[in-house]
Nanobody, 126 residues
Framework: QLRLVESGGGLVQPGGSLRLSCAASGFTLETYAIGWFRQVSGKEHEGVSCVGNSADETYYADSVKGRFTITRDNAKNTMYLQMNSLKPEDTAVYYC???????????????????WGQGTQVTVSS
């Protein structure tokens, strides 16, 4: 059974850091592009960052560039999102997802994905 399970969310003060993890099972992560999305209650999902199997194929939303880093460990079938210098506006439910390796930007901008995890809450507040 295909599964994506996020972890690492929580409450953090502005300026702090969190690392989200997403463990995949039931399939080989290496055959897919990976991405992180977030949703604020009442708003649409936003593509935060997506990557193929090369760092050259990486997309970041302007709002997180220079602060967030997406990585993948294919040997562990796991993806990560390192979030630094967090701001209150980063508060959202964060989801990991997989998509086709053919168009990383489309995966994030158009939410062209195959499967999503269940989400993990990130709250940035003092």
């Amino acid at each position: 059974q295909l599964r994506l399970v996020e972890s690492g969310g929580g409450l953090v003060q502005p300026g702090g850091s969190l690392r989200l993890s997403c463990a995949a099972s039931g399939f080989t992560l290496e055959t897919y592009a990976i991405g992180w999305f977030r949703q604020v209650s009442g708003k649409e999902h936003e593509g935060v960052s997506c990557v193929g199997n090369s760092a050259d194929e990486t997309y970041y939303a302007d709002s997180v560039k220079g602060r967030f880093t997406i990585t993948r460990d294919n040997a562990k079938n796991t993806m990560y999102l390192q979030m630094n210098s967090l701001k209150p506006e980063d508060t959202a439910v964060y989801y990991c997802a997989i998509g086709a390796l053919t168009n990383i930007r489309a995966m994030c901008v158009l939410k062209a994905t195959h499967y999503w995890g269940q989400g993990t809450q990130v709250t940035v507040s003092s």
